[in-house]
């Protein structure tokens, strides 16, 4: 079945360091996007590409970075310049301008 | 700028009950309209969408939505709720006719008594 496969789920850091979150899709679908997810704040738009090598800072790009070498592959790093890292982190995908996005089913990010 | 609000934080209902979750968005042309359902510590799941045509919409689960452009709003709503339907509800709006983006309300969040 075709879908959008975040690894890990949980994962733990030391601050001060920087840690990679994986994001995997075999939809076929051109644009991916990170969002961030806090209590009571909805999603918040991190980066987002439409096209392999090309990537756009969304919202909240301070303190994150990210690679899109493969259609298929959307890393997500989260730097030490980040202030307030943990947080669920949702990855998606979509096929073109404003169309349904479909997504992962997320990673929590616990920073300590 | 485009935004969504959800004025519902939570909202409660029993089971059986009629449910309508608001809400609004901020947009100057025709919107692209969305409601996700999340259940805890899990991904989104697309319930509906609006592009154009006709103003009520059907979705998965038993859910429709009505879009009147003259109170800016898109409510969900379902006539009888289960128990399975407890989970945390987004509405969305697309970013303008060139855009990827999708902008994200607050969401609510939806508990259901026995």
């Known amino acids: 079945d075709g879908g959008i496969t975040q690894s890990p789920k949980y994962l733990f850091r030391k601050e001060g360091q920087n840690v990679t979150l994986s994001c995997e899709q075999n939809l076929n679908h051109d644009a991916m996007y990170w969002y961030r997810q806090d209590p009571g704040q909805g999603l918040r738009l991190i980066y987002y590409s439409q096209i392999v090598n090309d990537f756009q800072k969304g919202d909240i790009a301070e303190g994150y970075s990210v690679s899109r070498e493969k259609k298929e592959s959307f890393p997500l790093t989260v730097t030490s310049a980040q202030k307030n890292p943990t947080a669920f982190y949702l990855c998606a995908s979509g096929t073109y301008a404003n169309s349904p996005l479909h997504f992962g089913n997320g990673t929590r990010l616990t920073v300590t | 700028a485009q935004s969504v609000t959800q004025p519902d934080i939570h909202i409660t209902v029993s089971e059986g009950a009629s449910l309508e979750l608001r809400c609004n968005y901020s947009?100057?042309?025709?919107?692209?309209l969305f409601w996700y359902v999340q259940s805890p510590g899990q991904g989104l799941q697309l319930l509906l969408k609006y592009f154009s045509g006709d103003t009520l919409v059907q979705g998965i689960k038993g859910f429709e939505a009505e879009f009147k452009r003259s109170q800016s709003s898109f409510n969900l709503r379902k006539p009888s709720v289960h128990w399975s339907d407890a989970a945390e509800y987004f509405c969305?709006?697309?970013?303008?006719?060139?855009?990827?983006?999708?902008?994200f309300g607050s969401g609510t969040r939806l508990l259901v008594r026995p």
């Open positions: 969305a709006v697309g970013a303008g006719d060139s855009s990827y983006k999708l902008i």
């Open positions: 947009y100057g042309a025709t919107p692209y």
